[in-house]
């Protein structure tokens, strides 16, 4: 029930923002259709581990409500007992997640993107990526580099080449750092080789150079949720393929690490959940009115602390395994030693 609540609204919402672009390149509502249900399996992974928070809050929270915990309990059946089949539903409903993120996100995922990028915006990635780095051909041009974080304009082992109408080349600039300034292509620490009208190629190493090529960073286009076209496995794959750079490795880990340990913290904030709704209602007399709130806010502050420390992994600031589970033995502990005091 409350993952489809929670559909129904994300879909919604993200209907009537995108409605617009696709009425504006006349696009059929069949493929409009197409586009916000092949949607749904991106949102449920998104939306999981708060549904199993919830749906574990929401189940004990009517139980006490209507009085059949007290019942349960006078009876001599324990809170562990309990909490027991809502721990096992939240541990099948995680598993489902993982199934679905393994064999049916990255197709569907793979399909929205190539609608919303090509079919409606007109961009599509002129690219492709291959361990561990992107290769770009414009015009007479080629670039290949490694690009730790698309959002910035930061590159590391940059090439670009050139050649002519007889496809030789004519142009070859490699550099250990590449970065976009001012309109400008800035190269650090490399060297150009330029070939002159006998075909004779002139080098020169330099440590700082800028450069104006045909293409900018904006002309490297890559889906905004590339990494969900990529099953678990592949990920997997991924991280374990020879980096250039500790950047690139940590990120790679980082990517595959933090993936799986999205879709298993709606266990740890369930053990944290449950003792949290029975503390409410001890402390202020209401369940379900306020241990929602307050469960959406702990779920909230768990996932904002998640993405500092999958930030931190990206960075090579942090191990990435490290990152990925310290969270949920924090949370999870905390919510283990609460509910064994709430059954004493």
């Not at 678990?232 to 991924?238: G, H, K, V």
Request: some cysteine.
């Amino acid at each position: 029930m409350l993952i489809l609540s929670f559909i129904a609204i994300y879909v919604l919402i993200d209907f009537f923002e995108k409605f617009g672009d696709f009425l504006e390149k006349g696009k059929p509502m069949s493929l409009v259709a197409k586009f916000f249900l092949l949607s749904i399996p991106f949102v449920i992974e998104q939306m999981g581990p708060v549904c199993i928070l919830l749906a574990g809050v929401v189940t004990l929270g009517i139980l006490n409500h209507s009085n059949e915990l007290i019942a349960l309990k006078a009876g001599g059946v324990s809170l562990k007992q309990i909490t027991a089949p809502i721990i096992g539903g939240g541990i099948i409903a995680t598993l489902l997640l993982m199934t679905m993120s393994q064999f049916v996100l990255p197709n569907t995922a793979g399909q929205t993107n190539r609608i919303w990028n090509k079919e409606v915006k007109g961009r599509l990635p002129i690219g492709i990526y291959r361990n561990g780095r992107y290769y770009y051909q414009g015009n007479k041009t080629f670039y290949s580099f490694s690009r730790p974080d698309p959002s910035k304009n930061q590159f590391a082992f940059f090439s670009y080449a050139t050649w002519d109408k007889n496809y030789e080349l004519r142009t070859l600039v490699a550099a250990e750092q590449a970065f976009w300034r001012k309109g400008a292509w800035l190269m650090l620490n490399g060297q150009a080789q330029i070939a002159k009208k006998d075909g004779v190629f002139r080098s020169e190493i330099f440590n700082s150079r800028g450069f104006r090529f045909a293409q900018k960073p904006a002309d490297f286009f890559v889906p905004q949720y590339r990494n969900y076209e990529l099953s678990l496995l592949e990920l997997y794959r991924e991280a374990l393929r020879d980096k250039k750079t500790p950047e690139d490795k940590a990120h790679a880990w980082a990517e595959f690490y933090g993936r799986i340990s999205y879709i298993l913290l709606g266990l740890p904030l369930l053990l944290l959940g449950l003792p949290l709704l029975l503390m409410v209602y001890q402390k202020w007399g209401r369940d379900l009115s306020l241990a929602v709130p307050v469960s959406c806010g702990m779920a909230f502050v768990c996932w904002g602390i998640w993405a500092i420390l999958q930030s931190l992994a990206k960075a090579n600031y942090l191990n990435p395994l490290a990152a990925a589970l310290s969270i949920h033995l924090a949370v999870g502990l905390a919510g283990l030693f609460l509910l064994l005091r709430e059954d004493v």
